[in-house]
């Protein structure tokens, strides 16, 4: 994007030991239209996180790369595929345990409202598109807002339970590269707030994660084949202490390489590999 005023990211952690490897690095826009992707080896996206507000512009340009000399990672495959939530949907029919999640409804109303609600058997819900990065138009409600039906007018949308431990206890972020492991974060929100993104004052702590939550980003990955060359797996603990996939990140994710500090180099790494 233009500018990444306003967001944290530590991207750059990675570019001397890409330089060590004997890589040049720049850092372009991907709205930049007087770029010549052929000048390039490889191009890795990296913080677009204003693809949603114009995605068929976005995976244009990537379709300019795809067909370039130059390598794009993720791929255009991936990315295509990653774009819009609905991928959750298809890995819950391959087996992977998700949030409770309602598709294919096509406006807001009261009477929709108190019946996601019922269905749920919840108190809360959370409403958001299904493309969308940065938590940009994602509603935690109890109660039905007038404004919802005008917001999600002509921007497709998902529902789902808000999960309490999203605030209790946060959420996990595994990170691999290729299909090695490299490191996992707990995001939790600021006080009052549900949103555990840095931007809105989440708090971020590196842990290390346990067998059944290594085990759970693994099945998940699983279902990636081949896989690319970053993934991020988020999950929320349900009330049967079951990890449920909030989001599988493989477009535009923070890789929180600030909380590790061999994860630059791994990062890097995985990069030459590719090439190699």
């Known amino acids: 994007m233009d500018?990444?005023?306003?967001?944290?990211?530590?991207?750059?952690?990675?570019?001397?030991?890409?330089?060590?490897l004997g890589f040049e690095v720049s850092t372009i826009s991907w709205r930049d239209k007087s770029v010549n992707w052929d000048d390039f080896e490889i191009v890795?996206?990296?913080?677009?996180?204003?693809?949603?507000?114009?995605p068929a512009e976005f995976v244009e340009v990537?379709?300019?790369?795809?067909?370039?000399?130059?390598?794009?990672?993720?791929?255009l495959k991936i990315v295509e595929w990653n774009l819009a939530k609905t991928y959750l949907r298809k890995l819950e029919q391959k087996g992977v345990k998700i949030v409770p999640t309602i598709w294919d409804e096509t406006s807001v109303t009261k009477s929709k409202f108190d019946d996601w609600k019922a269905h749920f058997k919840t108190p809360e819900l959370i409403i958001k598109p299904i493309i969308s990065a940065t938590a940009e138009f994602t509603?935690?409600?109890?109660?039905?807002?007038?404004?919802?039906?005008?917001?999600?007018t002509n921007k497709p949308f998902m529902v789902q339970p808000f999960m309490p431990n999203v605030v209790s206890e946060g959420e996990y972020s595994l990170f691999y590269f290729g299909e090695n492991y490299s490191h996992t974060i707990?995001?939790?929100?600021?006080?009052?707030?549900?949103?555990?993104?840095?931007?809105?004052?989440g708090?971020?702590?590196?842990?290390?994660?346990?067998?059944?939550?290594?085990?759970?980003?693994?099945?998940?990955?699983?279902?990636?084949?081949?896989?690319?060359?970053?993934?991020?797996?988020?999950?929320?603990?349900?009330?049967n202490d079951d990890f449920c996939l909030m989001e599988l990140e493989l477009i535009e994710p923070s890789l929180y390489l600030r909380m590790d500090e061999h994860s630059p180099v791994r990062f890097a790494n995985s990069i030459a590999n590719l090439l190699n």
């Open 44 to 54: 890795i996206i990296r913080t677009t996180w204003d693809y949603q507000k114009s």
């Open 139 to 152: 509603y935690r409600l109890t109660d039905f807002a007038d404004n919802l039906a005008e917001v999600f």
């Open 203 to 239: 708090i971020i702590s590196a842990v290390k994660p346990s067998a059944k939550l290594k085990s759970a980003a693994e099945k998940v990955l699983d279902c990636i084949k081949p896989l690319p060359l970053y993934s991020r797996v988020d999950f929320v603990r349900d009330e």
């Open 186 to 201: 707990l995001k939790t929100p600021k006080v009052k707030d549900f949103r555990v993104q840095e931007e809105h004052g």
């Open 3 to 20: 500018s990444l005023d306003g967001y944290t990211f530590d991207d750059n952690l990675a570019i001397e030991p890409l330089r060590e």
């Open 62 to 75: 990537l379709r300019e790369i795809e067909a370039s000399k130059a390598r794009l990672e993720n791929s």
